[in-house]
Each structure stands twice: as structure tokens, then as C-alpha cells.
């Protein structure tokens, strides 16, 4: 399913001024993916050094420990060499590698022992009994980062208070606003219900939001 | 009948995405206009949001420019040995 949509995002670069990159870069997987069939060993090397840089990206997003990173860099790979016959060309090279970094991530997440998570439910908005709204932004409670004005410290401000959501809500939000999968996608790839799949991506922007709350104040000075 | 602030915030994903028939969507709008409080709670989920895709944006800082040669060797040997 995720692979439709890179399909489609895809097409509507085809679209727009890209396509003749898109066309060349569809010649070049081609290319490549031929090798690799073929076993040459020079093809396997192209590969890791080529998407490398992109499936380590994909695996520190997801597993926060460097080593999990690691060896899940080398797990995407593996999956990527076995499965390379079963690549249907429907999507570039590229978003199928990057669509297998996801799911061995995910599937990496599975496997680790859980680390004690704090709770995000103080991080909720509050009703009164009317179901009015009775929290108001400049009452929270401010967390330890730092308010950040400038682009490269605002995005680590930001990367810093997702990696700070218990995984459950983290990895929703990776998937769905990061990721760009939708709801039904996310469903299918973590095995949970739509209605779950909205409500966990609901707390967990609710409660970067609350996290978020010094960088807002920056900004509106 | 206008919703409340906690009806509202049920709806928000959907409200935010294209999961809600036209006249739920009119009715999640119409409270936005009269909420405050809501409002500047969209205002700021809506930032929450962009700043999540900026702080991740793959063409951006995130992605290295190399990865450490010792995991594209590691990679290259696990995949002989297997």
C-alpha cells in the first residue's frame, strides 16, 4: 500500500518540471537493479553507498540508539539484497528501499525491550463538565528545552520533543506526518485499528504541541 | 447545534485531513470561528505539525552525507555471509 502512494507521488512529479530527472533516475534503477540480479558484487557496494546515507536517516528517525540504527541499517540491506527479485518497478528504487527501512525499523521496535516511557496524559488538553476548553497556552507547565529562534536549533528543538513520545504515539507520528503514509496505510503496517491510528496521531501532535510550547513563545515575540 | 470544545477536539485528525462529510467539516469550522480558545489551539497543532515535517525534511540536515564505512562493510559482509 505505501508503495501506491510513493507510486502516485511519483507520477505527479512526472507531472511537474522533474521529468526528465524522474526518467533518468527510472533508467539508472533499472540499471541497477539488473545487476544486482545478475550478483555482480560491484552493484551490492553501488547500493549501500548510494541509499546509505538515506536508510540511516529512516533508522536513527525510528530507533532512537545509535547501535539499534546500526543494525538495522545492515537488516534493511540484507532484506533489500534477498528481495531485490521481488522489486516490481512500480515505485523508483529508491521509495521501495526506503519503504523496507521502515518496515525493518518498525519491526526493530518490536523486538527491543521496551524502556520505561513517561506518561503524555498531562500533556492533554482539559475540559470542564460542558466540555469546554479550560487550558490556556501560557499556563502549561514549561519543559526543559530551550526556546529556539534559528531554522538548524529549532528542527533538533523539535526532533528532541518527538523522540521524548512513548513509542506507541512516536512512531504513528513518524509514519503519518514525517513519512507521509496515511491513515489506512499506517493501520496496515503497525496492525491496529483506524480509530486508534487517529487517536494515537491526535496525542501524540497534542503533545508535541505541549512540548513545543517555549519554541511558540519565541516566535510570537 | 454547535459542538463543544471536547466534541471538537474528537474530530481534529479528521477535520485537519478529508475524513469528514461536508457537514461535519462545516460544523467543526463554524466552532473554530466562535472558540477562541480552539482556534489558537488549531493555530498551534497546525504548527506543531509543519515543524514536525521541517525537523525531518530528508532533503534537509538529517540525512548524512556518507554513512561510516565500517557499517557499508559490515552491510557487504553480512550479506556474503548469508
Known amino acids: 500500500m505505501a508503495l501506491t502512494r510513493e507510486l502516485s507521488a511519483e507520477t505527479r512529479q512526472v507531472n511537474g518540471e522533474n521529468t526528465s530527472r524522474v526518467v533518468v533516475s527510472a533508467a539508472a534503477d533499472k540499471e541497477l537493479v539488473d545487476s544486482l540480479r545478475r550478483g555482480e558484487e560491484a552493484s551490492y557496494e553501488s547500493l549501500v553507498r548510494s541509499f546509505g546515507p538515506q536508510v540511516l536517516a529512516i533508522t536513527r528517525r525510528y530507533l532512537k540508539s545509535e547501535a539499534d540504527a546500526a543494525d538495522c541499517f545492515q537488516e534493511t540491506f540484507i532484506a533489500v539484497f534477498k528481495g531485490i527479485d521481488t522489486y516490481a518497478g512500480q515505485s523508483s528504487l529508491r521509495q521501495w528501499v526506503r519503504g523496507i527501512a521502515i518496515n525493518q525499523s518498525l519491526m526493530a521496535l518490536r523486538k527491543r525491550k521496551r524502556a520505561r516511557e513517561e506518561s503524555i496524559e498531562h500533556m492533554m488538553p482539559l475540559f470542564d463538565d460542558s466540555g469546554s476548553r479550560v487550558e490556556s497556552a501560557g499556563e502549561h507547565q514549561r519543559s526543559s528545552i530551550e526556546a529556539e529562534i534559528d531554522t538548524a536549533s529549532l528542527k533538533v528543538s523539535v526532533r528532541q520533543g518527538i523522540d521524548k513520545l512513548p513509542d506507541d504515539f512516536r512512531v504513528v507520528l513518524l509514519l503519518r506526518d514525517i513519512d507521509g503514509l496515511n491513515t489506512r496505510e499506517t493501520a496496515a503496517i503497525l496492525g491496529i485499528e483506524l480509530n486508534a491510528v487517529k487517536t494515537r496521531l491526535h496525542r501524540a501532535r497534542t503533545a508535541l504541541r505541549y512540548i513545543l510550547q517555549p519554541v511558540f513563545g519565541a516566535s510570537k515575540s | ?82
Not at chain 2, 488549531?42 to 525534511?57: H, M, N, P, Q, S
Open chain 2, 1 to 82: 447545534m454547535m459542538l463543544t470544545c471536547k466534541e471538537f477536539d474528537d474530530f481534529m485528525v479528521d477535520y485537519l485531513g478529508d475524513g469528514l462529510p461536508v457537514w461535519q467539516k462545516y460544523m467543526c469550522w463554524l466552532h473554530v470561528k466562535m472558540c477562541r480558545e480552539c482556534a489558537h489551539f488549531v493555530r498551534e497543532y497546525k504548527r506543531t505539525i509543519d515543524l514536525g515535517k521541517a525537523a525531518f525534511d530528508d532533503q534537509g540536515d538529517q540525512v548524512p552525507d556518507s554513512v561510516p564505512e565500517e557499517l557499508i562493510r559490515a552491510a557487504l559482509a553480512h550479506r556474503k555471509n548469508n
